[in-house]
């Protein structure tokens, strides 16, 4: 049985955050690990990103989106090389 996560193995976001609920799987169904910005169809949408290149995605995105301060950004964005999808390479 596949584990469930609460956000994204490959970013950080959270699964509730996700408009459409999570990525696909090659099969059609939904990925448990990763959301729908980062895995479609069974493969990531950015495949030659790396872990360094998402925090960087990833911290830009916080500050964008949300009027986060750069520390708090920072800090959320640090944990992206912990995630399972960069601890696997």
Same mark, same amino acid.
């Given at each position: ?15 509730? @955050? ?22 479609? @169809? ?48």
């Amino acid at each position: 049985m596949e584990k469930e996560y609460k956000m994204c193995q490959s970013c950080g976001m959270p699964f509730k @955050n996700d408009p459409k609920g999570g990525g696909t799987n090659a099969d059609g169904s939904k990925s448990k690990m990763y959301c729908s910005l980062c895995f479609e @169809n069974g493969k990531f949408t950015q495949p030659d990103m790396t872990a360094e290149e998402m925090q960087a995605f990833v911290k830009g995105k916080l500050k964008e989106l949300g009027g986060i301060h750069k520390l708090f950004a920072g800090f959320f964005a640090s944990g992206t090389p912990k995630l399972a999808r960069w601890r696997m390479k």
